[in-house]
């Protein structure tokens, strides 16, 4: 058996105990414990003297203990214990709070050395809660970098730092180098073995970032060239359908009640391309809130009727499916063209109708749920496979959508805007098209960003707009750490609301435990007008449209990043009305206030997005693994640009002279490609 797979618990200071809570954390073996890269460092490098410390900075000192410790007690369950200690510059203090066991550990005289954070309390001058070893320790805790490692309930960093350097003391040499030689001397790269060792314990700032290089561009080239073979795959495998070309498509667009957009002609151009050539389409069309990617997916489903394909489009909510369906139909109600709707609450007997239909050819296009992708559901001549809200499916049900026909086209839309950059790396395996203009005469949605005591203002201005017809979106706090606290805070204000402040409305609770049935109900008693006020957590179904809400009211918005508040924004401006969105901010921050101010200042997507991983890097930007996307442990999508592209450019050189990495050197790093994408891809990869 491979040492690095074995269970954590054998690493010397695991055991059973500590291996349990290790898991919490996503540490189940030696190589997850190797692999888990401190979060952040701290330099205990710098020495100083008593006479010159700074108040607030932390800074370490080779000092005596100076005189006896003493303990005070200035309140209930609060005990502070108080070391003098002295160099030849002064004399200081060291602070404890509740620990005042710790008196035992020192004599007059001894020699320390510490590290704390420094406070000047009147004359006196504090060292809190400082880290501390005796001379002559072998426990280097203070003098050199420290690692600082995300941690879990009752593990402390000082027992996560030994046991991280017990495990590269007994299984580092089982590393194996999976770079072949000539890409490590092209670049001219650490090995893998100084890189691990170094980015736990580096022994300066240069080894760190050299280490921190290897490691990022590994990962990365690894991404890249799964995501590559993926594409390559997908293209040479599959030969597609060659759409006709028809001056009807043109007749239609010129009949349409309004004018398309520059972006969308261009998107449009696009994917004409793609449909007239021979080669399988695997395109993704993005687009803001109302940029216009419906419009776009119906003229290529008319495309694909012109030649006497089928189309299909999967959405992910049946609230969702049946808006699409609705909007199809309607525009398409001049042609002799079959649509229907296929999702989880028709009855058995229309199911099946519906089913029957479809396999006979009787039917051009499908709109549905997940349910589409079911076995049963066997289609004629498909040629067109949509998928809307690319973000709530999978990979490999993208796949299974598009093995529903012989090669057909795909098209993928998300209105989740994306930096094009991350774009190529979250959907690596597809053509990216995006839709940067909004149709003309569409209002601004005014976004104000307000403190709690604006509330009474707020909840007249709410009630103005009700008596005028209007429907209003609240969403509740977001608390990261607890759906469970989440829905709590809630379903408190749903009740304040309902039963003081909006007592004469209709208010309604919307939240992610509820059953997806109670949902789809209650979304569609707000989209019908019966609900006045929905106040929900961020579970409010992307995509829907409900023209009548004018007002977006989100509680403790400095909880939320700017692309979610700008998702959260894109559920009002829908129609006619002027729509607004309030963002009640208590958030004090640097960063808090200016996220309020780019929400006031733009409602651009794209701009907001490149603000966000700016302001928060991609690791909080979205869930990756939603995205079908392998987790990374060290690289930053966005901070790591410039090794990104390197790695992009190695990726494809390897791949023009090797497709499938056949040749042994490449042994290792396939096989961590395999691990990298393993239950993501539907087996895609070198099956």
């Keep these: 058996m491979d040492r690095l797979s074995m269970s954590v618990q054998y690493v010397k200071g695991v055991g059973p105990k500590r291996a349990a809570k290790l898991r919490r954390i996503g540490i189940d073996t030696v190589e997850d414990l190797i692999y888990f890269f401190p979060r952040a460092y701290e330099d205990r490098r710098k020495f100083n003297n008593i006479y010159n410390s700074v108040d607030g900075e932390k800074a370490s000192f080779n000092v005596r203990i100076a005189g006896h410790p003493t303990v005070l007690r ?19 203090y060291l602070i404890w709070f ?57 593990l402390t960093n ?11 003391k007994s299984y580092i040499n089982n590393v194996k180098e999976i770079l072949p030689r000539h890409i490590i001397n092209k670049f001219n790269l650490m090995s893998v073995k100084e890189a691990i060792l170094n980015i736990h314990f580096p022994q300066s700032r240069e080894n760190f970032l050299r280490a921190r290089q290897r490691l990022v561009f590994e990962e990365l080239l690894t991404l890249q060239l799964g995501l590559f073979i993926i ?38 151009k696009e994917i004409e391309k793609d449909m007239e050539s021979d080669e399988q389409m695997n395109r993704l069309v993005q687009g803001d809130v109302g940029s216009g990617k419906t419009v776009i997916a119906i003229l290529a489903m008319f495309k694909a009727w012109k030649s006497g394909y089928q189309s299909v489009m999967m959405a992910p909510t049946e609230i969702l499916a049946t808006q699409h369906f609705e909007t199809i139909k309607g525009m398409l109600d001049d042609y002799d063209i079959s649509c229907e709707l296929l999702v989880g609450s028709l009855s058995q007997n229309k199911k099946d109708e519906v089913l029957d239909k479809l396999e006979k050819g009787n039917i051009d296009i499908l709109v549905g749920t997940h349910a589409i992708i079911q076995d049963t559901v066997k289609f004629n001549k498909l040629g067109l496979a949509i998928t809307d809200e690319q973000h709530r499916f999978g990979v490999s049900q993208r796949a299974v959508l598009s093995q529903k026909g012989s090669n057909p086209d795909v098209l993928v839309m998300t209105a989740t805007p994306i930096p094009r950059t991350l774009a190529l790396i979250l959907y690596g395996d597809l053509d990216i098209s995006i839709i940067d203009e909004l149709p003309p005469g569409r209002k601004a949605i005014e ?117 979610q508040l700008h998702q959260l924004r894109g559920r009002v401006g829908r129609g006619e009305y002027q729509s607004y969105c309030i963002l009640i901010n208590e958030g004090k921050s640097k960063i808090s206030q200016e996220r309020m101010r780019i929400m006031q200042k733009t409602n651009d997507g794209f701009k907001i997005s490149e603000k966000d991983l700016e302001l928060r890097g991609p690791g909080e930007f979205f869930g990756t693994r939603q ?10 999508l966005f901070t790591d640009i410039k090794i990104l592209k390197i790695a992009q450019k190695e990726a494809s050189e390897i791949l023009s002279q090797d497709l499938y990495l056949s040749d042994k050197k490449y042994e290792l790093m396939k096989n961590r490609i395999k691990c990298m994408f393993e239950g993501k891809t539907d087996n895609i990869i070198f099956n």
């Design 231 to 268: 594409k390559n795959r997908t293209k040479s495998n599959n030969k597609g359908i060659k759409f006709v070309k028809s001056e009807d498509l043109n007749r239609f667009i010129e009949k349409l009640p309004f004018k398309l957009t520059k972006a969308q002609f261009r998107v449009l």
């Design 98 to 154: 509740n620990q005042e066991y710790l008196a035992d550990n020192f004599r007059i005289g001894e020699k320390i050395i510490v590290n704390g954070k420094v406070k000047k309390i009147a004359n006196e001058i504090q060292i809190q809660n400082p880290v501390y070893e005796k001379e002559g320790s072998s426990n280097k805790k203070v003098g050199r970098i420290v690692p600082i490692y995300q941690l879990t309930e009752n």
């Design 627 to 636: 995205h079908g996307l392998p987790d990374l442990k060290i690289a930053n």
């Design 447 to 563: 976004t104000y960003a307000i403190g709690m005591n604006m509330e009474k203002r707020l909840t007249e201005f709410i009630k103005n707009q009700i008596k005028e017809g209007r429907q209003v979106y609240i969403v509740s706090p977001l608390i990261e750490e607890s759906e469970i606290l989440n829905i709590e805070a809630c379903e408190e204000l749903h009740k304040r609301f309902k039963n003081e402040i909006f007592k004469e409305f209709q208010v309604e609770l919307l939240h992610g435990r509820m059953k997806a049935e109670e949902k789809e109900k209650i979304m569609n008693k707000f989209k019908d007008g019966e609900i006045d006020i929905l106040v929900s957590t961020t579970v409010i179904e992307v995509g829907v449209n409900v023209p009548n809400s004018n007002i977006m009211v989100i509680y403790n918005a400095e909880r939320f990043g700017l692309a």
């Design 74 to 92: 200035p309140r209930r369950n609060l005990s502070i214990l108080k070391i003098p200690i002295k160099d030849s510059t002064g004399i200081a």
């Design 158 to 168: 000082n027992e996560m730092t030994s046991i991280v350097n017990n495990a590269l």
